[in-house]
């Protein structure tokens, strides 16, 4: 009996031995496991805003350039110029203009009534080809250089500096219907000396 009660005893300590271990085992792993488990800390980094100045896209202003249009020379000059036609003054009604075109070298003295239209061809020497002269009376007279089957007459062109002048005889092309009386009465085809002097500065 005695015996008994001593293994039955052995067998409650062996017993609570055993739930303590499992006890503390447990609770072990339990803090252990806690242990393990680590603790995660969300962490936000702080990105500093950029302090750098942004440099706006700028488009360059272009100054618009438009080519000078003056009519002066760039010494500052006016042309000018003097006709005559049989030894007598034209009237010049207008401003005097002088200039590279595509026919050549023009120059212009005045407009209609009392004008001057003259094509040069700038070589060495200067030749002309084409001038018309219009009096203040209406008459008008036309020569073109190398008019075949026409006695055309002769035209000399010189120049000196800034000045041309060209001379020789013109053929008579008729007059206007604003002063018929004042044109000269001669043949139409009439040659007659002329001079044009013009300065172009």
Known sequence: MKRE???????ISVAAVLVCAISACSSDGSSAGGGESSSVVAT?????PSTAPVSASTTPTIAATSPQTSS???SGGVASARITVDGKDVAINGPVACGQEYTGFVIKAGHDLGS???ELETETPPEASKVRITDAGGADYYWVAHETGLDNGEVKVTKSGATYT??????FNGSGPSAPSQAPNVPRGTLTPFEIDATCP
Do not use: D, F, K, R
């Not at 009660?5 to 067998?11: E, K």
């Open 72 to 74: 002066e020379s760039p």
């Open 5 to 11: 009660l001593i293994v039955t005893t052995n067998a």
């Open 116 to 118: 001057a239209y003259l």
């Open 166 to 171: 060209i001379t020789g005889e013109i053929p």
């Open 44 to 48: 936000t980094a702080s990105v500093a």
